[in-house]
């Protein structure tokens, strides 16, 4: 079945260091969505994208649809400790089929 | 999200034991949806509904059934077919079908 490639799989970063992940596959699609979960509990939804290019500020966060519809990206700028978490992505297919990606689990070390 | 009940938080099966987590939503949206999800992995869904007493099979709804006789209410029983019920369930809910999805907290199953 159609896949969303999430990446990296987990990162070690500093804190106070910025972010970057992104999600991709070989397939289009129409909206672009980016949750963070923390343990124990569901993904709460931190941004929507809706068009190609478009690019969505949420505080220190940004998100941006990929100018292909095949990818987005997320950034967190100057990471603070409760920013730990799972990241996950989710795509909205041309079939309106709701996909996720496996999650990019974000340590800071002390 | 504070929209949406899920309960319990935490529940242990028998082996051969049906058991139901509920999920209750007071935000009027029309679609709700169960997932489950497995350490290290994405979420996989079971059953989604669109309006009451309609409802579909998502990608794993083997050993899951589902119900839709209240549109606030769209609890999953975890049959005993279900072999490997170990596993984190999450209930969404959206205003329309595959809109943005807003999730309850989830219930941890574990069996006996």
């Known amino acids: 079945g159609q896949q969303l490639n999430q990446s990296p799989q987990s990162m070690f970063i500093q804190e106070g260091e910025d972010v970057s992940m992104n999600c991709t596959s070989s397939?289009?699609?129409?909206?672009w969505l980016w949750y963070k979960q923390d343990p124990g509990e569901g993904p709460v939804l931190l941004i929507a994208?809706?068009?190609?290019?478009e690019l969505t500020s949420n505080g220190r966060l940004t998100a941006q649809f990929g100018i292909t519809r095949k990818d987005s990206f997320l950034n967190i700028s100057a990471s603070i400790p409760s920013d730990v978490g799972i990241y996950f992505c989710?795509?909205?297919?041309?079939?309106?089929?709701?996909?996720f990606g496996k999650g990019t689990r974000l340590h800071i070390l002390p | 999200d504070g929209g949406i009940t899920q309960s319990p938080k935490y529940l242990f099966r028998k082996e051969g034991q049906n058991v139901t987590l509920s999920c209750e939503q007071n935000?009027?949206?029309?679609?709700m949806y169960w997932y489950r999800q497995d350490p290290g992995q994405g979420l996989r869904l079971i059953y989604y509904?669109?309006?009451?007493?309609?409802?579909q099979k998502g990608d794993i709804a083997e050993g899951y059934s589902v119900s839709r006789e209240k549109k606030e209410s769209f609890p999953l029983t975890v049959t005993s077919a279900q072999k490997n019920p170990t596993a984190f369930y999450l209930c969404?809910?959206?205003?329309?079908?595959?809109?943005?999805?807003?999730f309850g907290s989830g219930t941890q199953l574990s069996v006996l």
């Open positions: 969404a809910i959206s205003e329309v079908l595959n809109e943005k999805l807003f």
């Open positions: 397939s289009i699609f129409n909206t």
């Open positions: 994208l809706y068009k190609a290019g």
């Open positions: 989710a795509g909205l297919n041309r079939d309106d089929k709701i996909i």
């Open positions: 935000l009027n949206h029309d679609a």
């Open positions: 509904s669109q309006i009451v007493n309609d409802f």
